[in-house]
Nanobody
Framework: QVQLVESGGGLVQAGGSLRLSCAAS????????MGWYRQAPGKQRDLVAS???????NYADSVKGRFTISRDNAKNTMYLQMNSLKPEDTALYYC???????????WGQGTQVTVSS
C-alpha cells in the first residue's frame, strides 16, 4: 500500500513563499514520475509540476520561473518551492506518484495554499 502525505501549505501574502513537501511510503517502483497538482474551487485539477526519478522536470506555464520542484529519492520525498506567490495560486495542492513501468496512480489528501492580496 502506497501512502503520500503532503505538508507545508498555509496562508501567505502575495509575493511570499511556501515550501510543500510530499513524503511517500510503501512499495513504489524506483522508476516513477512524481508531480504536484492543484485544484481551485469550481475548477479542474491541473498539473503544476512534475519530476522523473532521473530528475527531468516539467512545469505549467503559469508557474515557470516562480516554482521549483525537486525530490530526494533516498527519502522518497518530493518538494515544491513556491516563490512570488499570487492570489491565483490559491488552491488545494495534491501530491501524485505514478510508476513508469508498472500499474499504479497514487494521490495524497492535499494541502491548502491560500494567497491573500
Amino acid at each position: 500500500q502506497v501512502q503520500l502525505v503532503e505538508s507545508g501549505g498555509g496562508l501567505v501574502q502575495a509575493g511570499g513563499s511556501l515550501r510543500l513537501s510530499c513524503a511517500a511510503s510503501g512499495r513504489i517502483s524506483s522508476i516513477n514520475i512524481m508531480g504536484w497538482y492543484r485544484q481551485a474551487p469550481g475548477k479542474q485539477r491541473d498539473l503544476v509540476a512534475s519530476i522523473l526519478s532521473g530528475g527531468t522536470t516539467n512545469y505549467a506555464d503559469s508557474v515557470k520561473g516562480r516554482f521549483t520542484i525537486s525530490r530526494d529519492n533516498a527519502k522518497n520525498t518530493m518538494y515544491l518551492q513556491m516563490n512570488s506567490l499570487k492570489p491565483e495560486d490559491t488552491a488545494l495542492y495534491y501530491c501524485n506518484v505514478k510508476p513508469l513501468f508498472a500499474k499504479g496512480d497514487y494521490w495524497g489528501q492535499g494541502t491548502q495554499v491560500t494567497v491573500s492580496s
